[in-house]
């Protein structure tokens, strides 16, 4: 796809044709608010102004809030758009199948894409082909991937499967001694079945990794609690904390047959010696039980945390519904205490294992040559985000390895009771990484990366020098293998710098 600024007059023609036969369609006449926004974004595509397609002017302009709009804590743009992607695939996955054309905005950005459904012609043979140098393996794929993004929760994804076969990407460098194969099931965001329930919320909201989360329901007892706190530590979405649910309450939460993984979201924003209430660790105690089975015994948020206003997501697979259809949650306080919940979502479960996790260090979702689904950063305490727009060397990826966070940093990973396998991807930068060298001062230098990393306190990698192990190329992949969660149910991964800085661009947490 072009950009408008470069398309030709023909092609955008198409475009407004293709966006004129959508609005007039019966799903989008019967959503006034989804129809005012895709034209919205679109006549700004059509101008050559998809640079100004942000999520404040879209709030500020579309949406009618103001100056002040703060998208941290209003996320009315990312609700909408979240359901114009599930308009738009569910519309191209009834009355507009048959189209040529379709409109798509993919996972994490706002720009309209119109994609062409035809077949790609058949390459020339080497003496007839045009003496300008074709598109790069990568990029081509990250197009595709950027395109079906967008509907992959729904049939959308399936059409851009079957029209684009995947290709495998070489195999990472085996260069840890121990590292061993381990079979990985090839999964997406969430397909299916899956409920998010902000607790104590009255209103939806749309995460960085663009899922989507209702308001409260499904409850019966407790109070809704809503609290100031600005910063809560290990998430990119801290007003996703700003509401709970306390006392002594359940929710019986109506499921299809089958089995599911649960994670359940807490906050501790009363205790604490930055809060308001008296107390810490031993302030609240609470039992936490599915369908009459505990979960959780004598559960401390703040200890299991690590903190008051700390994130802490405990995850259990392997859960049904009861003979009912629902699944039943209880929360019960101890000792004359309420028992607190700020979240919960059931996802499509693999059985009792958990599910793969991947993260990358930005902050929008991201689809990997290798057809897996990354969340945006998550779980992650100190250290600096940062990006880069040379491309490294060493893969036919090099969109995965734009972003890393660095500094002195750990992430607490949630995990169930197993034993896994934690992949870690780094991307060393041979012209310099960049490092200001004071304040005011523009000019950048070279800054080593010498580090370790530990897992729940046990080294795993030791006086790792970045720039010396990347050496043909820049990319770097290392794995450990037989890793177990602590006691809080965290695989806590911590980057500390010997020489310079910690780095780290990807994480990936499979159960063996």
Same mark, same amino acid.
């Given at each position: 796809m072009a950009a408008a600024g470069h398309a030709e007059p023909m092609e955008v023609e198409a475009w407004r044709e293709e966006l004129r036969t959508v609005l007039e369609s019966r799903?989008?006449?019967?959503?006034?608010?989804?129809?005012?926004l895709l034209g919205y974004l679109c006549e700004k595509l059509f101008s050559g102004e998809s640079a100004q397609i942000k999520e404040y002017?879209?709030?500020?302009?579309?949406?009618?809030?103001?100056?002040?709009?703060?998208?941290?804590?209003?996320?009315?743009?990312?609700?909408?758009?979240?359901?114009l992607r599930k308009r738009l695939a569910d519309y191209y996955a009834g009355e507009g199948a048959s189209h040529k054309l379709?409109?798509?905005?993919?996972?994490?950005?706002?720009?309209?894409?119109?994609?062409?459904?035809?077949?790609?012609?058949?390459?020339?043979?080497?003496?007839?082909?045009?003496?300008?140098?074709?598109?790069?393996?990568?990029?081509?794929?990250?197009?595709?991937?950027?395109?079906?993004?967008?509907?992959?929760?729904?049939?959308?994804?399936?059409?851009?499967?079957a029209a684009h076969p995947r290709h495998q990407a070489p195999q990472p460098l085996q260069t840890h001694p121990q590292a061993q194969t381990v079979p990985e099931p090839l999964v997406g965001p969430p397909p299916g079945d899956e409920v998010r329930i902000l607790a104590g919320s009255t209103r939806s909201y749309a995460d960085h990794a663009?899922?989507?989360?209702?308001?409260?329901?499904?409850?019966?007892? @407790? %109070?809704?609690?809503?609290?100031? $706190?600005?910063? /809560?530590?290990?998430? *990119?979405?801290?007003?996703?904390y700003h509401a709970s649910r306390e006392g002594q309450f359940r929710y019986d939460i109506p499921l299809k047959r089958g089995v599911y993984e649960v994670h359940l979201y807490f906050a501790e924003t009363e205790y604490g010696p930055e809060n308001t209430g008296v107390g810490g660790e031993g302030s609240r105690l609470m039992t936490v039980r599915a369908n009459g089975q505990p979960l959780l015994r004598h559960f401390d948020v703040m200890a299991d945390a690590g903190g008051e206003r700390i994130a802490d997501d405990r995850v259990f697979p392997g859960l049904s519904p009861a003979n009912d259809g629902k699944l039943h949650?209880?929360?019960?306080?101890?000792? @004359? %205490?309420?028992?607190?919940?700020? $979240?919960?979502? /059931?996802?499509?479960? *693999?059985?009792?294992?958990?599910?793969?996790q991947r993260l990358l260090a930005r902050q929008t979702p991201y689809y990997s040559n290798d057809s897996h689904w990354w969340s945006p950063d998550n779980y992650f305490d100190g250290g600096q985000m940062a990006s880069y727009s040379e491309p490294v060397r060493g893969t036919d990826d090099p969109e995965l390895y734009e972003t890393e966070r660095w500094g002195n940093f750990s992430y607490a990973i949630p995990a169930a009771p197993g034993r896994y396998t934690v992949t870690l991807h780094f991307a060393a930068r041979h012209r310099g990484w960049d490092a200001p060298l004071g304040?005011?001062?523009?000019?950048?230098?070279?800054?080593?990366?010498?580090?370790?990393?530990?897992?729940?306190?046990?080294? /795993?990698?030791?006086?790792?020098?970045?720039?010396?192990?990347?050496?043909?190329?820049?990319?770097?992949?290392?794995?450990?293998?037989?890793?177990?969660?602590?006691?809080?149910?965290?695989?806590?991964?911590?980057?500390?710098?010997?020489?310079?800085?910690?780095?780290?661009?990807?994480?990936?947490?499979v159960e063996e």
């Open positions: 799903a989008f006449r019967q959503a006034p608010t989804l129809s005012h002017s879209i709030g500020v302009e579309m949406f009618r809030r103001g100056a002040e709009f703060d998208q941290e804590t209003d996320s009315i743009v990312r609700v909408e758009v979240n359901r379709r409109i798509v905005i993919p996972v994490g950005q706002y720009v309209p894409n119109f994609v062409s459904t035809l077949p790609e012609p058949e390459t020339k043979p080497a003496a007839e082909a045009p003496a300008e140098k074709a598109a790069p393996a990568w990029w081509r794929r990250r197009w595709v991937w950027g395109a079906g993004a967008a509907g992959v929760a729904v049939l959308a994804g399936g059409v851009w499967f663009d899922k989507l989360w209702s308001a409260d329901t499904w409850f019966t007892g @407790g %109070t809704e609690v809503k609290n100031e $706190a600005r910063y /809560i530590a290990r998430t *990119l979405d801290p007003s996703f949650l209880e929360f019960v306080g101890e000792n @004359g %205490t309420n028992a607190t919940l700020s $979240a919960i979502e /059931i996802l499509p479960g *693999l059985g009792a294992r958990m599910r793969p304040p005011g001062v523009q000019e950048t230098t070279r800054v080593a990366h010498i580090f370790n990393v530990f897992c729940n306190g046990k080294a /795993i990698l030791e006086n790792f020098d970045l720039a010396k192990e990347a050496q043909g190329s820049d990319v770097v992949v290392r794995k450990a293998t037989g890793l177990e969660p602590n006691a809080q149910g965290k695989l806590l991964l911590n980057f500390v710098p010997v020489q310079g800085y910690a780095s780290v661009t990807g994480i990936e947490v």
